[in-house]
């Protein structure tokens, strides 16, 4: 197996591991630069790069199974520039009856083709997100979500990260291979990483892709991060700085998932008490919340002054933590928003009896904190329990601050005290 000395391990390492003792193909997704080669190459016998040969390219196009030969695990990196090697593999794993036998990586998922076979069975997918505050060592992990899942209570924690260290980290993001950067350069990759998106990347059936519009759409979801806005907001807020009709911004927005930079989250569907109807809006959140103060242009000093738009982007932070910590503890994250008006900023859902409500804060006054209490309390109490379980948890992430539960049960977590 390839191991790196400068590899900084991921929360991601043991769920790859406990994937390849089961099934026999393991695929992780995720934006470029995220780190999937680097974190598949600690556990890989033997790696073929498609996006580096094309002569290899045509090769596993006109007999893949000549270059699934190598010792397993083997690491095929960008295997979706080859969509017919997914049939391969399967047969591959089913010839060969072993677990473990290949790690495929992408940064863009391919188009629903017809003749690709279910993997199911065969192959298990997670997804690999930039480095969240624990793996990047600015979280103590005090407070772990695994171990709320579980019922455990949260009796302590304390960081010393203020407001003004998360916004530079915000602005500065979770790429590894940005972490010995500033955050200046780090942000300026990010930008990079975005023209280059908008001019070469983005493919699109039925509309001309035009970078100009992809960036002014990119923009809009920076302005509306965090935000349940219509594709007719998003494209009427795109068209201050170009015209754009709304299906083609609905065809920029399944490109920029398809890509893995723009992940919305979904609401969540409980059984409710009342009559109440849900609301089936999805936040937007891009891979990393630099990739909004970025396209925004704002950085550390903008930011300080404008907490308001800081509250935005720390809820996005918030989320990307939840999702990589949830999925360590087979959970997933959504958003709750119904009729009356009432919304709830992140629920991790393990399964029945198994989740917990946020609410996101970023100032941790004791009257925001009442309020957010309140908001959770009466929220919970609209959950028929019947159906979803009585909630593990319910707590107010905050930015700075100790980790504490209060006389009404509400819990307070800093998210720099938050870990899997």
């Known amino acids: 197996m390839s191991q790196q000395s400068n590899y900084m391990p991921r929360i991601a390492d043991s769920g790859l591991r406990e994937r390849l003792g089961r099934v026999g193909a393991v695929v992780i997704e995720g934006a470029k630069g995220c780190g999937k080669t680097e974190t ?13 040969d094309t002569a290899l390219r045509q090769t596993a196009e006109i007999a893949p199974m000549n270059v699934l030969m190598g010792a397993a695990p083997q690491l095929l990196d960008e295997w979706q520039l080859v969509p017919g090697l997914w049939n391969a593999v399967r047969r591959a794993v089913d010839d060969r009856g072993l677990d473990g036998q290949f790690i495929l990586t992408g940064s863009a998922t391919p188009s629903d083709d017809e003749t690709r076979h279910s993997g199911a069975g065969r192959f298990s997918r997670m997804r690999l997100r930039t480095l969240t505050l624990a ?15 579980e019922g455990h209570l949260v009796d302590g924690g ?35 990483y975005m023209a280059e998106m908008a001019h070469a990347d983005v493919r699109l059936e039925g509309a001309p ?5 992809v960036m002014a759409v990119l923009r809009a979801l920076a302005r509306n991060t965090a935000g349940t806005a219509r594709v007719t907001t998003l494209a009427a807020d795109a068209s201050t700085e170009t015209s754009l009709s709304d299906a083609t911004a609905r065809s920029y927005l399944t490109a920029l998932q398809r890509l893995m930079v723009l992940e ?5 569907s409980p059984v409710l008490r009342d009559k109440a109807r849900l609301r089936k809006a999805v936040k937007y959140h891009f891979i990393d919340p630099a990739v ?22 720390f809820e996005s932070l918030v989320v990307r933590d939840l999702r990589v910590y949830a999925e360590a503890a087979r959970a997933a994250v959504y958003h709750y928003r119904d009729s009356s008006g009432l919304e709830v900023d992140a629920i991790v859902d393990g399964g029945y009896g198994r989740w917990a409500a946020f609410e996101v804060k970023l100032g941790g006054s004791a009257t925001v904190i009442d309020r957010a209490a309140a908001n959770l309390l009466r929220f919970a109490a609209q959950v028929d329990t019947q159906s979803s379980g009585a909630p593990r948890l319910l ?26």
């Open 40 to 52: 598949s190459a600690q556990r890989a016998a033997s790696v073929v790069r498609f996006d580096l």
């Open 209 to 213: 892709r035009d970078p100009a519009r």
């Open 395 to 420: 707590a107010v992430i905050t930015a700075e601050g100790y980790a504490h539960t209060r006389p009404d049960g509400i819990a307070v977590i800093p998210l720099p005290t938050l870990g899997p």
């Open 135 to 149: 793996e990047s060592g600015l979280s103590t992990a005090q407070v772990s979500l695994s171990a709320l899942l």
């Open 292 to 313: 909004s103060a970025s396209l925004l242009q704002a950085g550390p000093d903008e930011l300080r002054l404008d907490l308001k738009t800081y509250g935005f982007l």
């Open 264 to 268: 919305p989250l979904t609401s969540w």
């Open 158 to 192: 304390h960081s010393e990260l203020t407001v003004n260290d998360l916004i530079e980290e915000t602005c500065h993001g979770g790429w590894p291979r940005d972490r010995s950067r500033s955050w200046s350069a780090a942000q300026r990759n990010v930008a990079d």
